[in-house]
């Protein structure tokens, strides 16, 4: 049973336009979520968080959005660059073990120059 | 700062056979995880120790697959004997303290090929 749905294996945007992950849970215990990068033949790294009392953080050019009533996340890039090509997991934990992370099956992201 | 040590990269065994592969932490983190990567998906976990104790193994295959980090630091994996379902990416990460998830660092991993 997938807890952490990403329902578009890959994405495909012009450079300079939006790029919009989206990313559905199913666990309402979750508490805290998180976006991994992953560039070929590394391990993943953190971009970007959001804790469940809110519904928006934003770093630089990356912002996440959480829609708790819909159990719905959204990673939003703006401008996209070619160096934003990789993959992206999204991730969540519940409040009782934050260090439980279940992740998501990734969204492959293309930028085009 | 260096980051997460794996080794190897790659390995290439035939079913049956057994493998090992080692992690070695950021300095000073004391929690460390193993995760595995199959194709498509997302990393799962396999293993959590805190130190050289084992905090979460609920998801180790424990007929094949066993882990140790004796002395707190580097750790390994190993399957024995090894399945065609193996063939994944095993990754470790390490995390200085265990509660915030935002700081788990990952290796760069090593892609277990199974044939």
């Known amino acids: 049973d997938q807890q952490v749905k990403q329902n578009s294996p890959s994405l495909s945007v012009q450079e300079g336009r939006i790029s919009i992950l989206n990313c559905d849970y199913t666990n309402s215990m979750f508490d805290y979520f998180l976006w991994y990068k992953k560039y070929p033949a590394e391990g993943p790294t953190f971009l970007i968080s959001i804790s469940s009392i809110k519904d928006k953080n934003e770093d630089g050019r990356f912002t996440v959005f959480l829609n708790k009533s819909a159990k719905h996340l959204s990673l939003h890039i703006v401008p996209s660059q070619p160096g934003d090509s990789a993959v992206y997991f999204c991730?969540?934990?519940?409040?009782?073990?934050?260090?439980?992370?279940?992740f998501g099956p990734g969204t492959s992201l293309s930028v085009i120059p | 700062e260096a980051g997460v040590a794996q080794s190897p990269r790659y390995k290439i065994i035939e079913k049956r056979q057994s493998v090992a592969f080692w992690c070695n932490p950021i300095s000073g983190h004391a929690t460390l995880y193993w995760y595995q990567q199959i194709l498509g998906q997302g990393p799962k976990l396999l293993i959590q120790f805190q130190n050289n104790g084992v905090v979460d193994d609920s998801q180790l295959p424990k007929d094949r697959f066993s882990a140790e980090r004796l002395k707190g630091v580097d750790s390994t994996l190993k399957i024995q004997p090894a399945k065609l379902e193996d063939s994944a990416v095993y990754l470790c990460?390490?995390?200085?303290?265990?509660?915030?998830?935002?700081?788990?660092?990952f290796g760069p991993g090593t892609r277990l090929t199974v044939t």
């Open positions: 990460a390490s995390s200085f303290r265990r509660l915030d998830p935002y700081e788990q660092y």
């Open positions: 991730a969540a934990s519940p409040k009782t073990s934050y260090d439980k992370v279940i």
